[in-house]
């Protein structure tokens, strides 16, 4: 939880993270990090669909780096700002994009966690030193639960997902 803490130091400070593609092999994989190197040696994100064999997940583990799931990061970020989540069964990043963008115009500068492209970012997602949080949160793997915003946008529901 501590390496979360700085994690959110560092969103806050708007520091970008990066992490190089894959090469052919587990070991010829270059992780590499900007920003604090003793606090980005030890962390890396997992994803959902990321296979058990992805070759940068196998390298991070090699490297005994700690690997916490996207909901755990996600549920970290909500919990520092003043915060909208959009779930449901279709239309998620539509709405999250819809709502972000009317923040945006209103100079609220929202920090943004988006499923898809943004147009007035170019990109699906916007850090920021404002005090806003929207995101998408994907209820898909039962990680919803783990989230705790301000407000809760539930855009419709279908007999889906029923095994979370």
């Known amino acids: 939880m501590q390496e979360l803490k700085k994690l959110g130091k560092f969103l806050k400070l ?4 990066f992490i190089i593609s ?16 003793k606090f980005f040696q030890k962390l890396k994100i997992q994803i ?12 991070a583990r090699k490297c005994n ?16 700002k003043t ?10 990043t539509t709405t999250s994009t819809y709502i972000t963008t009317l923040f945006s115009y209103a100079r609220r500068n929202p920090t943004a966690i ?7 970012y170019k990109k699906n997602y916007n850090f920021s030193n404002s005090n806003y949080l929207v995101a998408e949160a994907d209820e898909s793997d039962g990680s919803l639960v783990k989230f705790n915003p301000n407000i809760g946008v539930i855009t419709n529901l279908e007999f889906e997902h029923v095994d979370h």
């Open 48 to 59: 959902a669909t990321i296979s058990e064999n992805n070759l940068e997940l196998c390298k």
């Open 14 to 17: 708007s520091i970008k993270i």
């Open 114 to 120: 988006i499923g898809g492209i943004v147009p007035l």
């Open 65 to 80: 780096l700690i690997i916490n799931h996207r909901s755990e990061i996600l549920a970290f970020l909500i919990d520092q």
């Open 22 to 37: 894959p090469l052919p092999a587990p070991s010829s994989i270059k992780l590499k990090f900007f920003g604090e190197p």
């Open 83 to 92: 915060s909208i989540i959009v779930s449901g069964s279709h239309g998620k």
